[in-house]
C-alpha cells in the first residue's frame, strides 16, 4: 500500500475542510455568537496538520485499487475527526463520541442526532452542521477533485469508491472536470431551492440551512420540530420536489443539459425511481385517510414529503410518522432500505441494484424454464456484464449481513426490536430517523458509548456502500493471510 501517498492526499483533504470551515466562521462573525474563536482555532488546527502532511515526500504518486478504496475510508474517519473540533471548542457537544457521532451524521448525511435542544447552539454551529450535509452529498473528495483537479490517473479508484452504485462512468475524459461539472450542477439545483425558499417566506439562514440538507439528503434543520416548525405549505411543498430531485441520478441531469431528453426518461433506474415513490404516495395515503388520521388532502400532503424524505434518505418530518399506522410505518422501512438512485445524493441499497436484482431472478426462472438459452441482463439497451451482477448480489449479502451483526450487538443497550433494528438501518442507510425511540420526535442521545461509534461506522459504511471501509480494516489481515 502507498502510504506515503495517502497520507499526502489526505493532507489535501483537511486543507480543503479548513477552507470548508471559513463561511461558518463569517456566520458566526455576523451574529456575533460564541464560534467565531471554536472555528479559528479548527482552521488552524486543519491547516497545520494538512501542510504537515502535504509536505510528506512520497515518489510513488499512484493510486491502486486498494490504496484508492482505504484513503477514501480512511479520508472520510479523518474529516470526521476534524470537523468535531468546532462543536467541541464552542461546548456545544462536550463528548468527544457525541461530537464525532454528529460530524458523521453530517458528512454522510444521514441527519441522525443526539442534540435534544438545536435552536440553543450558535447559528454558526448550525450552519457547519447542515453544511457538512452539503458537503457530504456529492462527496468530500468529489470536491477535493473540485477544487484540486490535477491528479494522478489512479485517482480512478477514489472516484470509484466514494461514489455510488455498482459503477462510475466519467462524464468526461478528465477526472477533475467531471468533478466540476457535478458539482456545478449540485451548486445551481442549491441555489434555485435557496430562492424558491426565500420566495415562500423563510429567511435567508433558514433557507441556506435547509437547503443544505436537502440538495445533501442530510436533513439537519436549525429547528427542533423539522419543517413542521414553519407551518408552511409552499414551503413542505417546495422541500418536496428537491428532494426527490435530489434522489435523481446527477448524471441524468448532465445529459439533459446536452439536450439527451429521450435518456433522462428512458433511464430504467429512473423509471423505477418514479414509479416506487408514486406508488408508495398512494398506497399511503389510502392508508391514513382510510383509518382516519387526516382528510384525503391532509393525507396527500404528508405522504408525498415523507416518502420523497425517506427514500431519498434526507430525514426531514412534518408529521411524527412514528404514530402512523403500521402499513404505512412498513413501506416507509421498506423505503428506508431501497433509497435513491446510484449518483445522486441519497442513501439506500439504491434503485438501480434493485432493478438488477430483479432482472437476475426473471434470468434464474427463464433459465429453468429454457435451461439451454442464452438471457443476457441489459440495462438501457447496454449489456450488464457478469462481474457486476455478481458485486451486485455480494452487496445485498453483505449489506444485510452488518445490518443484522449490527442491530444484535445495539441491542446490547437493552432497547425494544424496533428501536435497535431501525437505528441501524436509519444509519446504514443514511437516513436520520427511524422509529421507536429514534423516531422523528425522538434522537439517539442515549445510546452507550459503543452503540454510537457502532452506528457511526454504520453511517461511513453506508455512505461509502460498505467495500471502502471493509478493504481499510482488511488490508492487514489480507497481508498477513498472503492474499
Same mark, same amino acid.
Given at each position: 500500500?502507498?502510504i506515503?501517498?495517502?497520507?499526502?492526499?489526505?493532507?489535501?483533504?483537511?486543507?480543503?475542510?479548513?477552507?470548508c470551515?471559513?463561511?461558518?466562521?463569517?456566520v458566526?462573525?455576523?451574529?456575533?455568537?460564541n464560534g467565531t474563536?471554536?472555528?479559528?482555532?479548527?482552521?488552524?488546527?486543519?491547516?497545520?496538520?494538512?501542510?504537515?502532511? #502535504?509536505r510528506?515526500?512520497?515518489?510513488?504518486?499512484?493510486?491502486?485499487?486498494?490504496?484508492?478504496?482505504?484513503?477514501?475510508?480512511?479520508?472520510?474517519?479523518?474529516?470526521?475527526?476534524?470537523?468535531?473540533?468546532?462543536?467541541?471548542?464552542?461546548?456545544?457537544?462536550?463528548?468527544?463520541?457525541?461530537?464525532?457521532?454528529?460530524?458523521? %451524521?453530517?458528512?454522510?448525511?444521514?441527519?441522525?442526532?443526539?442534540?435534544?435542544?438545536?435552536?440553543?447552539?450558535?447559528? %454558526?454551529i448550525?450552519?457547519?452542521?447542515?453544511? /457538512?450535509?452539503?458537503?457530504?452529498g456529492?462527496?468530500?473528495?468529489?470536491?477535493?477533485?473540485?477544487?484540486l483537479?490535477?491528479?494522478?490517473a489512479?485517482?480512478?479508484?477514489?472516484? @470509484?469508491?466514494?461514489?455510488? *452504485?455498482?459503477?462510475?462512468?466519467?462524464?468526461?475524459?478528465?477526472?477533475?472536470?467531471?468533478?466540476k461539472?457535478?458539482?456545478?450542477?449540485?451548486?445551481?439545483?442549491?441555489?434555485?431551492?435557496?430562492?424558491?425558499?426565500?420566495?415562500?417566506?423563510m429567511?435567508?439562514y433558514?433557507a441556506l440551512?435547509h437547503?443544505?440538507?436537502?440538495?445533501?439528503?442530510? !436533513?439537519?434543520?436549525?429547528r427542533?420540530?423539522?419543517?413542521?416548525?414553519?407551518?408552511?405549505?409552499?414551503?413542505?411543498v417546495?422541500?418536496?420536489?428537491?428532494?426527490?430531485?435530489s434522489?435523481?441520478?446527477?448524471?441524468?441531469?448532465?445529459?439533459?443539459?446536452?439536450?439527451?431528453? @429521450? !435518456?433522462?426518461? @428512458?433511464?430504467?433506474?429512473?423509471?423505477? #425511481?418514479?414509479?416506487?415513490?408514486?406508488?408508495?404516495?398512494l398506497?399511503?395515503?389510502?392508508?391514513?385517510n382510510?383509518?382516519?388520521?387526516?382528510s384525503?388532502?391532509?393525507?396527500?400532503? #404528508?405522504?408525498s414529503?415523507?416518502? %420523497?424524505?425517506?427514500? /431519498?434518505? /434526507?430525514?426531514f418530518?412534518?408529521?411524527?410518522?412514528?404514530?402512523?399506522?403500521?402499513?404505512?410505518?412498513?413501506?416507509?422501512?421498506?423505503?428506508?432500505?431501497?433509497? *435513491?438512485s446510484?449518483? %445522486?445524493?441519497?442513501?439506500?441499497?439504491?434503485?438501480?441494484?434493485f432493478?438488477?436484482?430483479?432482472?437476475?431472478?426473471?434470468?434464474?426462472?427463464?433459465?429453468?424454464?429454457?435451461?439451454?438459452?442464452v438471457?443476457?441482463? @441489459?440495462?438501457?439497451?447496454?449489456?450488464?456484464?457478469?462481474?457486476?451482477l455478481?458485486?451486485?448480489?455480494?452487496?445485498?449479502?453483505?449489506?444485510?449481513?452488518?445490518?443484522?451483526?449490527?442491530?444484535?450487538?445495539?441491542?446490547?443497550?437493552?432497547?425494544?426490536?424496533? /428501536?435497535s433494528?431501525?437505528?441501524?438501518?436509519?444509519?446504514?442507510?443514511?437516513?436520520?430517523? !427511524?422509529?421507536g425511540?429514534?423516531?422523528?420526535m425522538?434522537?439517539?442521545?442515549?445510546?452507550s458509548?459503543?452503540s454510537?461509534?457502532?452506528?457511526s461506522?454504520?453511517?461511513?459504511?453506508?455512505?461509502?456502500?460498505?467495500?471502502?471501509?471493509?478493504?481499510?480494516?482488511?488490508?492487514?489481515?489480507?497481508?498477513?493471510?498472503?492474499i
Open positions: 500500500m502507498n506515503r501517498m495517502i497520507l499526502k492526499s489526505l493532507g489535501i483533504v483537511i486543507i480543503v475542510e479548513a477552507i470551515m471559513i463561511p461558518s466562521l463569517i458566526s462573525i455576523v451574529y456575533g455568537d474563536f471554536a472555528f479559528v482555532y479548527s482552521i488552524i488546527i486543519c491547516l497545520v496538520t494538512g501542510l504537515a502532511m #502535504y510528506i515526500k512520497a515518489d510513488n504518486k499512484n493510486f491502486y485499487a486498494r490504496d484508492g478504496f482505504s484513503f477514501v475510508a480512511l479520508s472520510w474517519v479523518t474529516v470526521s475527526v476534524f470537523g468535531s473540533l468546532p462543536y467541541i471548542f464552542s461546548s456545544s457537544i462536550t463528548s468527544f463520541i457525541d461530537a464525532v457521532f454528529e460530524t458523521v %451524521s453530517g458528512f454522510t448525511t444521514t441527519g441522525a442526532t443526539i442534540l435534544k435542544q438545536v435552536e440553543r447552539l450558535p447559528e %454558526s448550525l450552519f457547519w452542521r447542515s453544511f /457538512t450535509t452539503w458537503m457530504g456529492m462527496g468530500v473528495l468529489v470536491l477535493t477533485l473540485a477544487v483537479p490535477t491528479v494522478g489512479g485517482f480512478f479508484h477514489v472516484l @470509484k469508491a466514494e461514489s455510488t *452504485g455498482p459503477n462510475i462512468e466519467k462524464l468526461v475524459p478528465k477526472l477533475g472536470q467531471t468533478a461539472i457535478l458539482y456545478s450542477i449540485y451548486i445551481v439545483i442549491t441555489a434555485i431551492l435557496v430562492s424558491a425558499l426565500l420566495i415562500a417566506g429567511p435567508l433558514d440551512v437547503a443544505f440538507g436537502t440538495t445533501g439528503t442530510g !436533513g439537519f434543520s436549525s427542533n420540530s423539522s419543517i413542521a416548525a414553519y407551518g408552511n405549505i409552499y414551503i413542505e417546495i422541500i418536496t420536489v428537491f428532494m426527490f430531485l434522489g435523481v441520478n446527477f448524471s441524468l441531469y448532465y445529459q439533459l443539459l446536452k439536450g439527451n431528453f @429521450k !435518456g433522462f426518461y @428512458k433511464n430504467q433506474e429512473f423509471k423505477f #425511481y418514479v414509479s416506487t415513490v408514486l406508488i408508495a404516495i398506497l399511503i395515503t389510502l392508508d391514513l382510510a383509518q382516519g388520521f387526516f384525503l388532502g391532509e393525507s396527500i400532503r #404528508y405522504s414529503f415523507q416518502v %420523497s424524505s425517506i427514500i /431519498t434518505t /434526507t430525514g418530518s412534518t408529521t411524527d410518522f412514528n404514530l402512523w399506522p403500521t402499513f404505512s410505518k412498513i413501506i416507509l422501512i421498506l423505503l428506508m432500505f431501497i433509497g *435513491g446510484a449518483g %445522486s445524493t441519497s442513501g439506500g441499497i439504491k434503485c438501480i441494484r432493478v438488477l436484482l430483479f432482472k437476475i431472478i426473471k434470468r434464474d426462472i427463464l433459465n429453468i424454464i429454457h435451461p439451454k438459452a438471457h443476457t441482463i @441489459k440495462i438501457d439497451g447496454k449489456t450488464v456484464n457478469e462481474d457486476t455478481a458485486h451486485t448480489m455480494s452487496f445485498f449479502f453483505i449489506y444485510f449481513a452488518v445490518f443484522a451483526l449490527s442491530s444484535l450487538f445495539i441491542s446490547l443497550d437493552g432497547n425494544d426490536l424496533v /428501536t433494528a431501525t437505528s441501524v438501518v436509519a444509519t446504514l442507510s443514511n437516513i436520520g430517523p !427511524g422509529f425511540n429514534v423516531g422523528p425522538g434522537n439517539f442521545s442515549s445510546f458509548w459503543f454510537k461509534t457502532l452506528l461506522f454504520c453511517m461511513i459504511a453506508g455512505r461509502l456502500e460498505i467495500l471502502p471501509m471493509l478493504i481499510l480494516f482488511s488490508s492487514y489481515s489480507f497481508k498477513k493471510a498472503g
